[in-house]
């Protein structure tokens, strides 16, 4: 049952050829609260019409019909609309015709000389049919989760084999492989941790920069932040944007402002009307830096990432005062 369905008041087809009966019926269903509401079917044909439209929490049906049989009425039902409860209502039902009934799929049956009893069995119907639809949707629910953990483990493992091939490629030494290596897999681990934080939704992107960026200033000094507008990022921007901070951070360390004494970072960042995010990388006080003749791995995994995955744009400064870095992307092309 859906949360519209759960919130408005049970509805109730009955199957009953006799007008006395459904009258005593309808009367004890009305202690029922909130009361149903009761679509009285007489015959097979008014049935069969019912069943074709339905909207119905519950099903009560005599047993003994003028044109057909109660457990004629049961197999319809259960064909047409199976997961709906179906309660006998009827003067005689011996024991082998109630196992019968229950082995169909009957929930309940209840004797007409103790109709006292009904309002209790369809309550208890309902309850029951809202705690397995409640099951179900836990269970399609994990299941879901189950496989979107699935690809994203793939996606990861894709991702860390590139890393470790394209850094072996570009790396002088075993020393230097593994600082790029453990660096980028940081960069990944923390990004991933943020946003399993958040249960995988969004992650704030002051958040993914103070991370990200922590290894490289240890005592907090050297990376100075000027934060903009509050900013939530989805979990593919935050997953890019670590490893392009990681490269930039990393460089800065090894050949930027960090890798001297008295070098600062300064990001800045801001978010437009039009959603469009604007991150400046801005390095102060290092050595003199040139274009490099050769395009490294950091530098074509940090282009890649921002016009593939975040599809945005990016520009390297080589100023000698320091490299800028300029970024922007739109949050709709990362949801």
Not at 124 to 149: C, H, I, P, S
Not at 162 to 190: F, I, P, Q
């Amino acid at each position: 049952m859906t949360q519209n369905r759960r919130s408005r008041p049970p509805r109730i087809l009955m199957l009953e050829d006799s007008r006395l009966d459904a009258e005593l019926i309808r009367e004890h269903l009305e202690t029922i609260t909130p009361q149903p509401v009761l679509h009285h079917a007489t015959n097979r044909r008014e049935y069969i019409e019912a069943l074709e439209a339905p909207d119905f929490d519950v099903i009560l049906a005599d047993f003994s019909l003028p044109d057909f049989d109660g457990m004629s009425a049961l197999e319809m039902a259960r064909e047409a609309v199976p997961e709906v409860p179906f309660i006998f209502v009827s003067g005689i039902l011996g024991e082998e015709v109630a196992i019968e009934s229950f082995r169909r799929g009957a929930t309940d049956y209840v004797l007409k000389q103790r109709l006292i009893r009904l309002p209790a069995a369809v309550e208890r119907a309902l309850a029951e049919a809202r705690e397995r639809v409640e099951r179900r949707r836990a269970e399609n629910q994990k299941e879901l989760l189950v496989r979107e953990l699935s690809h994203r483990v793939k996606n990861t493992m894709a991702v860390v084999m590139s890393l470790v091939r394209r850094t072996v490629k570009t790396s002088d030494n075993v020393d230097d492989y593994v600082d790029n290596l453990l660096g980028r897999l940081r960069a990944m681990a923390d990004a991933h941790a943020l946003l399993f934080e958040t249960n995988w939704s969004e992650a704030e992107l002051l958040e993914v920069i103070r991370r990200t960026i922590a290894p490289q200033d240890r005592n907090g000094t050297r990376i100075k932040l000027e934060p903009g507008t509050l900013t939530m990022l989805p979990p593919k921007a935050a997953l890019a944007l670590g490893m392009v901070l990681n490269e930039l951070a990393t460089n800065a360390v090894k050949h930027g402002a960090l890798s001297n004494d008295h070098g600062v970072v300064k990001i800045s960042w801001d978010r437009s009307a039009a959603d469009v995010v604007v991150i400046r990388w801005q390095e102060i006080d290092g050595p003199a830096v040139r274009v490099p003749e050769d395009k490294g791995f950091g530098a074509t995994l940090i282009d890649r990432s921002i016009r593939y995955e975040l599809e945005g744009d990016v520009t390297l400064h080589y100023n000698p005062t320091g490299l800028v870095c300029d970024i922007t992307f739109p949050l709709s092309a990362t949801e």
